[in-house]
């Protein structure tokens, strides 16, 4: 049996994301690189420029273009944090609550469909994607390490480490 799960997982990432970019734009009127940028705030408490920057995976000079574009579209408030410093608190306004709300549910309804089309479960599909994404982010462990870190550090097939 071919390996090629983590291509497929790349394909299937990637066609999500332009499925859900072209529906945004056009009923919505937002990309949806901003669309996740908004409910990184919302739902995954990225309220400072640079956790919204590490939750995307992207520089903090791209969030803060982003960021700028954003509060000029009335979705999103920045301001500097009352503690002092330099941090930029983000928070979303009424507009981009309703927006997350709304268009999160609607992406969230047809994910949900097209698993259940395929012949899959949900709860199950969505169980072992939430153990996948723990794993990335180093909060589940196997034998003391990450599981992302075992099997990066694994012989690829020919029997030497990939680099």
């Known amino acids: 049996m071919e390996h090629d799960l983590s291509r497929n997982l790349h394909v299937l990432t990637a066609r999500l994301d332009r499925a859900a970019d072209r ?3 056009s009923q919505a009127g937002l990309s949806y690189a901003r669309f996740l940028a908004l409910y990184m705030v919302g739902a995954w408490e990225a309220d400072t420029q640079r956790a919204l920057a590490a939750r995307l995976g992207v520089t903090e000079p791209s969030v803060s273009r982003m960021i700028h574009a954003l509060v000029a579209s009335g979705l999103l408030e920045a301001g500097g944090d009352p503690a002092g410093g330099n ?3 983000l928070r979303l306004t009424a507009a981009g609550s309703e927006l997350v709300a709304r268009w999160g549910s609607e992406l969230e309804q047809r994910l949900a469909a097209l698993v259940d089309d395929c012949g899959l479960s949900y709860q199950s599909y969505a169980e072992n994607t939430q153990r996948l994404v723990a794993a990335v982010h180093g909060d589940m ?4 390490r990450s599981i992302v870190a075992s099997a990066m550090s694994s012989p690829s097939p020919g029997g030497r480490r990939e680099t």
């Open 87 to 89: 941090r930029h608190l």
């Open 23 to 25: 529906l945004l734009r």
């Open 141 to 144: 462990a196997l034998e003391g």
